[in-house]
């Protein structure tokens, strides 16, 4: 059964630019979760998707968007990013119903 | 949100010795999962423990849900149990503690 694929699997971006990152989940698992870790802050949710609609959302500012295809595969954008975005964005893919998450490898992005 | 604390913040042992990893979360959760973050930056799964006990070689864990705390062991270290370990529980959103930085040495 193949894991969680996130692309790309590292990212240079200019200050002001938007980026989007891909996340493929485990077939058949419905709930796709994004996450943020820097070494400030640790892991922070930033939302998830179940079934195309998004059902939770962390505390980011509106420039942190997502949406999830009816293949379950997600996508996370994020526009005029700031320095302060760089960051390894982890995505969390899971049935939705319990018996936990399993992570992709990560992108890491960094802003200059 | 769920306060999840783990200690100790970083554990450094000698191979072959024993330790015991602790996470206290401040509410009911119906996800609790334990992770090993590799060098590359993956969270590795260990367990999926909202409640009881479970063992994996030379890991296992045990989680008091109603005493809202959970144990990581790992028996006769290596140096390749080196890394990050993280608590994260909640339901459908995890939130995580900061870490556990285990350093074995030869």
């Known amino acids: 059964k193949a894991g969680v694929t996130q692309t790309p699997r590292y990212l240079i971006k200019t200050r002001g630019q938007q980026v989007t990152l891909s996340c493929s989940p485990i077939?058949?698992?419905?709930?796709v979760s994004w996450y943020q870790q820097t070494p400030g802050q640790g892991l922070q949710f930033l939302f998830e998707?179940?079934?195309?609609?998004?059902?939770n959302k962390g505390n980011f500012p509106g420039r942190f968007s997502g949406r999830q295809f009816s293949n379950s595969r997600s996508e996370m954008n994020v526009s005029t990013l700031e320095l302060g975005d760089s960051a390894l964005y982890l995505c969390?893919?899971?049935?939705?119903?319990?018996?936990?998450?399993?992570f992709g490898s990560g992108t890491r992005l960094t802003v200059v | 949100g769920i306060q999840v604390e783990q200690s100790p913040p970083d554990l450094i042992l000698q191979e072959g010795a024993n330790s015991t990893l602790r996470c206290n979360f401040s509410d009911s959760v119906n996800n609790l999962q334990w992770f090993h973050q590799n060098p590359w930056g993956q969270l590795i799964n260990l367990f999926y423990i909202p409640s009881g006990t479970k063992q994996n070689g030379r890991l296992s864990a045990t989680t008091v849900a109603t005493e809202r705390y959970s144990l990581l062991y790992i028996s006769s270290s290596q140096t390749t149990d080196s890394g990050v370990y993280f608590c994260?529980?909640?339901?459908?959103?995890?939130?995580f503690g900061t870490g556990t930085s285990l350093t074995v040495i030869p």
């Open positions: 969390a893919s899971g049935s939705g119903t319990g018996y936990g998450y399993t």
């Open positions: 998707y179940f079934s195309e609609t998004q059902r």
């Open positions: 077939s058949g698992h419905r709930s």
């Open positions: 994260a529980a909640g339901g459908n959103q995890f939130y």
